[in-house]
């Protein structure tokens, strides 16, 4: 791997593993403008503390090293559930500012894991 490819792979994956870090802890301490926002989203509050919690642990699956199945997992979940929240936002008619942090994460999912290293992916 080329040490420009590191430097992509690593600035994407610490930028993502922040915010899925930030979002995650947001969403199970139920900080009271994420529950505003998933409720205007029409998604019951039980749900952000397991989004949360996945969230972390796909932070920690992407992060340490071997177990290339377990990231696959753990990318697959951070894009399916950011390209859910873009989705929902533009169903409830929010504007691009709501969708842009979704959006973002997608884009810093989908760099990571194309800029993965060899070890870090499936055989």
Do not use: C
Request: proline content about 5%; glycine content about 8%; overall charge positive.
């Amino acid at each position: 791997m080329s040490k420009r490819n590191k430097i992509i792979y690593w600035v994407a994956t610490l930028w993502l593993s922040l915010g899925m870090t930030s979002t995650g802890i947001v969403q199970i301490i139920k900080l009271k403008e994420e529950a505003e926002m998933m409720r205007h989203l029409g998604y019951p509050d039980y749900f952000m503390p397991i989004l949360g919690v996945w969230k972390i642990l796909g932070v920690v699956a992407i992060l340490v090293p071997k177990f290339p199945v377990v990231k696959e997992w753990a990318y697959a979940g951070f894009f399916i559930a950011m390209s859910g929240a873009m989705v929902s936002h533009i169903a409830v008619g929010d504007g691009a500012k709501e969708f842009f942090g979704p959006t973002l994460l997608i884009v810093l999912t989908v760099i990571s894991w194309y800029f993965r290293p060899e070890g870090r992916k499936v055989a």
